[in-house]
């Protein structure tokens, strides 16, 4: 009983001091360009995708419901940092494209997203990095993704190259 109230309370610490500091300090550069780190996301997507992008591809790749996508999409055009085009050969779906505004704010916030691993990399490799996020997928996987049907996307060191560019 004493193992299980020490990892209790010690998950607890990490819970309460340590994933919510680190999601804030995340977030961070976001919130200084005046969005959420989901509403970052979406613009990011928006600006990787290969091709023509719409409202459930980001639904599906972010694994929320239509209509949570929907809201942060509204915030994100009323803020003219996406705008939508209606496709040729279908007028009833919109494609998201990026405003000159919104590609502005993807990539200031994106680079500074960048700079802060760089600089967590002088006190913790990247190799040691990807040892933690390994070892934090699979908790997750087998954990909380496993019970809701979901599979981690697993990132190789060659997913940087955007980073390293």
């Given at each position: ?13 990490m819970y309460?001091h ?11 550069p ?53 705008y ?13 494209k ?9 990539h ?11 600089e ?26 496993e ?19």
């Amino acid at each position: 009983m004493n193992e299980d109230m020490d990892f209790f309370n010690r998950f607890s610490h990490m819970y309460l001091h340590g994933f919510k500091n680190l999601s804030d300090m995340f977030a961070a550069p976001a919130t200084e360009h005046g969005i959420t780190l989901d509403e970052f996301y979406i613009l990011y997507d928006i600006a990787e995708a290969k091709g023509k992008i719409r409202l459930m591809d980001i639904a599906e790749s972010h694994g929320v419901t239509r209509s949570a996508i929907s809201r942060l999409i509204g915030r994100l055009l009323r803020k003219d940092y996406l705008y939508q085009e209606a496709e040729d050969h279908d007028r009833r779906n919109k494609v998201l494209k990026l405003t000159p505004e919104g590609a502005r704010v993807e990539h200031e916030v994106f680079a500074e997203l960048i700079q802060r691993n760089r600089e967590w990399r002088q006190m913790f490799s990247l190799a040691k990095q990807y040892q933690t996020l390994n070892l934090v997928e699979e908790f997750m996987d087998k954990f909380v993704n496993e019970s809701a049907g979901k599979q981690t996307k697993k990132i190789s060191y060659t997913d940087l190259d955007r980073a390293e560019a």
